[in-house]
């Protein structure tokens, strides 16, 4: 069950669009907590806030922080939407961010022809997209957000860090996830919305910060990659799989290639690409093709960048394997990506 507790704004720490972090006095106890803006506004030092405690008091790692449900400071808020699209459906927070497929004149654009490589955790975007760029420093790199972790694309730190040093140049989030440059109903749209509008060369497809994971067969987020990798082939586009390899987990299941993208893989209907750094023997379920790479330094890339990435909280330095592995599927999309595209089109105002 939820729970909810009230306390006093001490100081705002850090604000980015859609997202403050502040330190917050509970009876006397410093707690952190965040605020999503877009949906409830902004608070200040000396706000009397509500928040929902329960992710700090389960002990989980990435949602480890507080959340303002509501100010007491302020009788009511409001900011203007987007569209009709409701997402956060049906709960006491649905916001009308609208969706790029229902405003006016919008085309779905083609991603045939186009690379989409499918990540499994949402770290891997930054070797992918560090990778990517490194190669390919002329071609459009779009992120599209699916919603079987966060919901909300300002929670991630690593996002705003690739975006604030052009690794990523668009953001779409799909489905119940919200606060991209583009808003879309689903994965497959989100691809179309990526191809048209944000004019992607090409697409890096995952969930956001925090992905479920049991030790179950199939209950993990990453189950998604199956779907999403299916999408992507019947649309034309060249399927990557970015695979999930570690050499320091201590769980069995995720030691070397992780189960989860062994299963993810069995579930596809057709086959995919999958990039692995030269000398890496892979076995793999089914008719995907292993395509062996020469791998950059990702962890130069990154450190060149300023990007810190970490993955259960480790970084390049405690498990190169997963770095290197994820940018593999970073260097083919580089190498499959078509001609430059026009300049994209500029996304509909929305509320921060």
């Not at 405003?103 to 022809?113: E, I, K, L, N, T």
């Not at 990526?194 to 969930?207: E, F, I, S």
Request: proline residues 7%.
């Amino acid at each position: 069950m939820p729970r909810f507790v009230t306390g006093v704004v001490s100081e705002v720490l850090s604000e980015r669009p859609g997202l403050q972090r502040l330190a917050v006095d509970v009876d006397g106890r410093p707690r952190h907590a965040y605020v999503l803006t877009g949906l409830i506004g902004p608070a200040a030092a000396g706000d009397r806030v509500v928040i929902n405690t329960v992710a700090v008091e389960l002990g989980l790692g990435t949602g480890g922080w507080d959340v303002v449900h509501w100010n007491l400071s302020r009788s009511g808020w409001e900011a203007p939407g987007g569209g009709h699209i409701l997402k956060l459906r049906y709960t006491s927070l649905q916001v009308d961010v609208g969706a790029a497929e229902e405003q006016a004149g919008y085309a779905p654009g083609s991603v045939a022809g186009l690379p989409v490589v499918v990540c499994g955790l949402h770290s891997q975007l930054g070797p992918v997209a560090a990778v990517f760029k490194a190669l390919a420093p002329d071609r459009r790199l779009v992120y599209v957000m699916s919603d079987t972790a966060a919901l909300p694309l300002a929670l991630s730190d690593l996002v705003a860090a690739l975006r604030g040093v052009h690794l990523v140049d668009a953001t779409v989030t799909a489905g119940q996830a919200f606060g991209g440059d583009y808003e879309a109903v689903n994965v497959p749209s989100a691809l179309e919305v990526a191809a048209g509008l944000a004019r992607a060369d090409a697409v890096v497809v995952g969930m956001g910060p925090g992905g479920v994971g049991t030790s179950t067969r199939l209950g993990f987020s990453a189950l998604e990659m199956a779907s999403t990798l299916d999408a992507a082939a019947r649309a034309g586009a060249h399927p990557v799989v970015a695979l999930r390899w570690s050499g320091a987990d201590a769980r069995s299941r995720h030691r070397g290639i992780s189960h989860q993208s062994t299963v993810a893989l069995e579930g596809c209907a057709a086959p995919a690409l999958v990039g692995v750094p030269k000398g890496l023997e892979v076995d793999l379920p089914g008719a995907h093709r292993v395509v062996e790479v020469e791998v950059p330094d990702v962890a130069a890339l990154l450190a060149a960048a300023g990007i810190d990435v970490r993955t259960m909280g480790r970084g390049p330095s405690e498990d190169p394997e997963f770095f290197t592995v994820a940018g593999a599927a970073g260097v083919l999309a580089a190498g499959l990506c078509p001609p430059a595209r026009p300049a994209p089109a500029e996304p509909s105002t929305r509320p921060e």
